[in-house]
């Protein structure tokens, strides 16, 4: 993974901005481990001037304790600074057995099924991870002379419930004519898909038609 030095120093944000300058994320087109390492060690929203990364700083935090399924392995980036116990992972630190040296007797069998019957019905209120899906969407202009800026502008003023913009960059097309490709994530029970190309084709001074280039389940 690249090193961005001490995330806690401004050099080193300006580095991770820099290098998001034309991504969306650490490695690759999803979110990984990768950036949840990052996002642990910045430990804050980088300053507005370092646009790019206070976008993805943003972005990460938004799928909230599901970062924790995102693939890959974490790796590991010395920052010289002391981890910080979460204060969460008291709530799943349940001890349900007592000392293997003494012999387990009827009120220590009872405590413990007690201890194992609360830890699993609390197991089971927890709510489950949230679906989402991520959408790379191509916004494709009338001509040449279409103001790409502000077809964006345009595309990103669409707010709804569930929906979260990402990175954002222009691909040429053809005969000097450039599409924006633009990420979004989506709660998959809240946003259609195809509600939001019609929102956006809805802008029809700058738009001609939306496609999905590309849809991942996150």
């Not at 976008?55 to 909230?64: A, D, P």
Request: overall charge negative; proline content about 5%; some cysteine.
């Amino acid at each position: 993974m690249t090193n961005f030095g001490n995330l806690q120093s401004e050099s080193g944000v300006k580095s991770l901005n820099d290098y998001l300058g034309d991504k969306s994320y650490i490695e690759g087109y999803a979110p990984t481990q990768a950036d949840v390492s990052v996002y642990e060690n910045i430990g804050k929203p980088p300053a507005e001037k370092f646009a790019h990364a206070l976008r993805w700083y943003k972005h990460i935090t938004s799928f909230g304790a599901e970062k924790s399924k995102f693939p890959g392995a974490k790796n590991p980036i010395t920052n010289n600074v002391t981890p910080v116990a979460d204060e969460d992972d008291d709530d799943d630190e349940v001890d349900l057995f007592g000392s293997d040296d003494e012999e387990e007797d009827a009120d220590a069998a009872r405590v413990r099924e007690e201890r194992l019957a609360a830890y699993a019905a609390k197991k089971a209120a927890k709510p489950g991870p949230i679906a989402k899906s991520q959408i790379l969407l191509d916004c494709k202009p009338w001509d040449d002379e279409t103001d790409m800026k502000a077809m964006e502008d345009r595309v990103r003023s669409i707010s709804m419930d569930g929906l979260v913009w990402g990175a954002s960059k222009l691909n040429p097309l053809a005969f000097g004519i450039n599409k924006l490709s633009i990420l979004c994530t989506v709660e998959d029970a809240k946003i259609s898909v195809d509600d939001l190309t019609e929102k956006i084709e809805e802008f029809e001074d700058y738009v001609q038609s939306v496609d999905v280039a590309a849809f991942n389940k996150v």
